[in-house]
């Protein structure tokens, strides 16, 4: 018999039991007003500026991420995010009045945003934090009422998240679920009006699938392997710190928009592969397992995962940093690897971790064909200051961004849509292009009863025809 101090299962029928009740709510008009959904955003700036220890701990106990990690990539980010939301709100709220034709005249037309309704955000658990609540923001600028799931790998902040928002925001119109594959797979039977899924591309079918079969619009946030080509041209220290930025500095490679791969000269790898061991020296030290700025692998399955990458037979000797492995601390050491072949298993999945492989060319401009065999990343990194190969890798590369000189840059900039395309989603978020994500802009055209022209209605005669 199943203690009483176990958890309940979250099935269907509580499911069913929760969005009925959020749609009472919505259909009443709560979630519409300016004042609501302001006051439900100064809440969660509320939330997140009162608990940011305890935010700090969550994201340390499923993570060990390091606390300045935490609070620039997640909390400030977060804040932000929130800010720029209150600020805009009216603005975005405000129908935009456009041009209409010559064959309405005379005749006025509106685009004017409403809110879908009773909206599902699923949620990962690399940036637990951020990635449940900054679609949120979303939502509820866009006035929907809106259930949360976030994910059970973090389960430090999943419940942190339960608590505060039960007691920070409007649980008539904002719930979460907590919860694994059962507790999703009962939101998912339901009948929602927006799915907001954050995760991997296999689970991404299942939510689309699921949501299939109710005609309900999806935003997709996926991965992918997310290149880094690198030019010789370049400032090698500046470079090189960018590109541990992204990768050891975001979560130990555990981020989506980390460069999964660079992509190099023939005779440049070795400088860069310098460049790199001497910047992540001075990083992490000579023994990056001890580091208290590295985040570890987030759980036995993922740290099976990245070792299996690194076993695979064809990568024998190809490891020319790093390596080193710490099973009881799930820590795994930023790793450099030279020389990959494209059929390994490393470059045929993303890796998500902290694993570098080089591949090399023996021109430049031989990468582009090599990232567009592949499936369409969420973002590409150039590193050069050549005009023209900038120029055409924007305009040959397809990805959901590409930065110039930098990484994972992109993604906070709010005023950038953030979203993949092709196997990397479907969809993007951030600043408006959240607003817009949870919104549905209704065409509306005003007429009067004046100039009602004859020639509309029958009979059609030839002389209207020529009219
Ligand atoms: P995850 O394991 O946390 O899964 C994501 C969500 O899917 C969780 O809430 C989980 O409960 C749910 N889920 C898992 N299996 C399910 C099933 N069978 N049915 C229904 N729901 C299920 O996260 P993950 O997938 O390991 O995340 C890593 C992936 O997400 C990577 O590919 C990464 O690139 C991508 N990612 C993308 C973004 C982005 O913004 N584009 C951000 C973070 C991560």
């Not at 309940?8 to 969005?19: G, H, K, L, P």
Request: glycine share 6%; hydrophobic share 40%; with cysteine.
């Amino acid at each position: 018999m199943e203690s009483t101090t176990m958890r309940r299962r979250f099935d269907s029928v509580e499911a069913s039991a929760m969005v009925s009740d959020l749609r009472v709510t919505f259909d009443s008009g709560k979630t519409r007003s300016y004042e609501w959904r302001a006051s439900q955003l100064k809440a969660l700036t509320k939330l997140t500026e009162e608990n940011e220890q305890a935010i700090v701990q969550a994201l340390n106990s499923d993570l060990s991420k390091c606390e300045t990690e935490a609070y620039i990539q997640e909390i400030a980010m977060l804040k932000n995010s929130c800010k720029g939301a209150l600020k805009e709100l009216k603005r975005w709220m405000t129908s935009e009045k456009v041009k209409t034709s010559i064959s309405t005249f005379p005749s006025t037309a509106e685009i004017v945003s409403e809110p879908l309704g009773v909206v599902l955000i699923i949620s990962a658990w690399n940036y637990p934090f951020l990635l449940s609540l900054e679609p949120i923001i979303g939502a509820i600028a866009a006035g929907n009422a809106v259930v949360l799931k976030p994910s059970e790998v973090a389960p430090a902040t999943s419940s942190l998240l339960a608590k505060l928002l039960g007691e920070y925001l409007d649980n008539s119109c904002i719930r979460v679920v907590e919860g694994a594959v059962d507790e999703t797979s009962a939101l998912l039977q339901q009948k929602w009006d927006k799915i907001f899924y954050t995760g991997n591309g296999r689970v991404a079918r299942i939510v689309m699938a699921a949501a299939a079969k109710h005609l309900t619009p999806v935003v997709l946030e996926l991965g992918g392997k997310s290149p880094a080509v690198v030019d010789s041209n370049i400032d090698l220290k500046v470079a090189t710190r960018r590109i541990i930025a992204g990768k050891w500095c975001c979560n130990n490679g555990q981020a989506c928009i980390s460069p999964d791969y660079i992509i190099t000269t023939k005779d440049y790898a070795p400088k860069l592969v310098d460049a790199l061991k001497t910047e992540l020296e001075k990083f992490y030290g000579k023994n990056p397992l001890e580091s208290k700025d590295l985040s570890r692998i987030v759980n036995s399955n993922h740290f099976g995962r990245l070792t299996k990458l690194l076993d695979d037979e064809k990568l024998s000797g190809k490891i020319v940093f790093g390596g080193e492995k710490d099973e009881s601390k799930l820590m795994i050491s930023p790793t450099i690897l030279l020389d990959v072949p494209r059929n390994s298993l490393m470059m045929r999945e993303e890796i998500f971790g902290p694993l570098l492989p080089i591949i090399t060319v023996d021109k430049l401009e031989e990468s582009f064909d090599v990232i567009n065999s592949g499936t369409k990343p969420l973002a590409a990194y150039l590193f050069t200051t050549n005009n023209k190969l900038k120029e055409q890798f924007v305009m040959n590369i397809s990805a959901g961004g590409l930065v110039i000189n930098d990484t994972a840059l992109h993604l906070a900039i709010n005023t950038l849509p953030f979203g993949g395309v092709g196997e990397s989603g479907i969809g993007a978020y951030h600043g408006k292009f959240s607003f817009d994500a949870f919104s549905h802009k209704k065409a509306v055209l005003y007429r009067s009863f004046f100039g009602d022209a004859a020639i509309r209605y029958p009979p059609y005669t030839n002389t209207k025809m020529r009219l």
